[in-house]
């Protein structure tokens, strides 16, 4: 999973990740729903949103396992991205949302860093940079204290590629 907060780079990210390994990735839900509903949204949107990135997540990962197992499968966030967004934004997160949280396991999170410069986008809200790396500090306190490996991406683009396959992880040695 590549996390982190908006314009991080995680999009580009997974698309170079998947590329580069000959797999599939998996696209932000919010981005398409958000595209398709306007910027605007209530805290009730982020449970369609969750279901959305679930389902899309699951129909890309069945299609990889069907046809190349051995393959990693690169997701753009995940609902730990929703559930800091609900607590950030609405100071809560839907129980729902928690409860799918804790049966979801991954082999692996990238978390990218604040360090690239903000790319504007009418569905990004935070453009200041110190109220980027606050919200950047509850993913790294996330990771911080859960079991799944992890690791921090930071530099340029072409340095984001590069260090994801060179970290000491499962990515490391796959090809």
């Known amino acids: 999973v590549i996390t982190g907060p908006e314009s991080t780079g995680k999009s580009t990210l997974c698309r170079q990740l998947a590329e580069h390994y000959g797999t599939s990735w998996v696209p932000e839900f919010a981005r398409t729903y958000l595209e398709a509903k306007g910027s605007t949204y209530e805290q ?29 499968l690169f997701i753009d966030t995940d609902l730990h991205v929703i559930r800091i967004w609900s607590e950030y934004v609405f100071g809560d997160c839907d129980t729902a949302i928690l409860k799918e ?23 990004r809200e935070y ?49």
């Open 101 to 123: 949280i804790a049966v979801r396991n991954y082999d692996l999170y990238l978390l990218c860093d604040t360090d690239l410069p903000w790319n504007p986008d009418p569905l």
């Open 44 to 72: 009730a949107d982020l449970l369609k949103i969750a279901r959305g990135q679930l389902a899309t997540e699951d129909e890309i990962a069945s299609r990889v396992k069907a046809t190349a197992s051995h393959l990693p």
């Open 127 to 175: 453009p200041d940079l110190e109220e980027r790396r606050r919200i950047f500090c509850y993913y790294l306190d996330y990771l911080s204290n859960q079991p799944t490996p992890w690791a921090m991406i930071s530099g340029r683009e072409e340095d984001r590629l590069r260090s994801a396959g060179a970290a000491d992880h499962p990515l490391a040695g796959a090809r």
